[in-house]
């Protein structure tokens, strides 16, 4: 058996018994009108956390960027910055903490979610943050001659992990910088499609509109000659009429000339 060793190391003392769902809501003012919002994300810059009386006081500045349009289909990258607090008391953690104890505190985020809208000149977001608190202590921490043997191989395991998650994060990185300028590059090409579209819509309704427009004059010009033939058609208007109606009444006349020329022989 060989000897012990002795180091300091930080040991978890407690945490919290749920993870903390933080919900706010923020707004800011723009310097323009835009039409719609492309793209939000919300990144936790930096969070602190410290005992504050009989509770943890955590900290989170977080940074929120905004990819909005404008109305002439130009992008425009919105950052902003927001501070938030939330005190969380120590009957949250199991066990539960002592109000005069040393520790020291970690914040592990676990899930971020936000949702936005624009109204008016103003961009309004309502965000969501889920995140662990631990508390730990530096204490000795004893280690037995086969722990001991067993440092440098863990280590080293530890160590390989840690470079190969890199490696699967800088790769995951490289393919989503990719997949982003492909996807800006389809946006562009989608939106150039739609104002082709719409002009070529808006040439088609013009034309329509011109089209009708004549349909409308052929059909009052229909309806002006199909008056016209009726009335050639009728015959109290017909002009085939008016001459034997001359002659008819000519007749009449004669007739009626000849019964005054008896009656004034008749007389003589």
Excluded at 221 to 237: G, H, S, V
């Amino acid at each position: 058996m060989g000897q012990a060793l002795s180091i300091w190391s930080p040991v978890v003392i407690s945490t919290l018994n749920r993870p903390f769902h933080l919900q706010s809501h923020y707004k800011c003012a723009l310097d323009q009108l835009f039409r719609s919002i492309e793209d939000l994300k919300i990144k936790v810059k930096t969070a602190v956390v410290r005992a504050q009386g009989l509770a943890v006081e955590a900290m989170l500045r977080l940074d929120i960027l905004c990819l909005v349009e404008d109305f002439n289909g130009q992008l425009h990258l919105i950052s902003r910055e927001e501070t938030v607090r939330n005190r969380i008391p120590f009957g949250e953690f199991e066990p539960e903490i002592e109000q005069d104890s040393d520790l020291q505190y970690v914040l592990q985020i676990q899930d971020i979610d936000c949702q936005g809208e624009l109204k008016e000149q103003e961009l309004h977001l309502d965000y969501f943050i889920e995140f662990m608190i631990i508390a730990t202590q530096e204490q000795i921490v004893q280690l037995s001659a086969e722990e001991k043997a067993d440092i440098p191989h863990s280590l080293s395991e530890v160590l390989a992990q840690l470079q190969t998650e890199v490696s699967r994060v800088e790769h995951e990185n490289r393919e989503l910088r990719h997949r982003i300028y492909y996807y800006e590059r389809d946006v562009s090409s989608l939106k150039k499609g739609i104002r082709k579209a719409e002009m070529r819509s808006s040439r088609l309704q013009t034309e329509i509109n011109r089209y009708q427009e004549m349909v409308q004059q052929m059909q009052t010009a229909l309806r002006d000659k199909d008056r016209r033939l009726q009335n050639l058609e009728n015959p109290y208007y017909s002009p085939l009429r008016q001459p034997m109606e001359t002659e008819s009444t000519m007749e009449e006349d004669l007739a009626l000339g000849a019964r005054i020329k008896r009656l004034f022989l008749n007389n003589s």
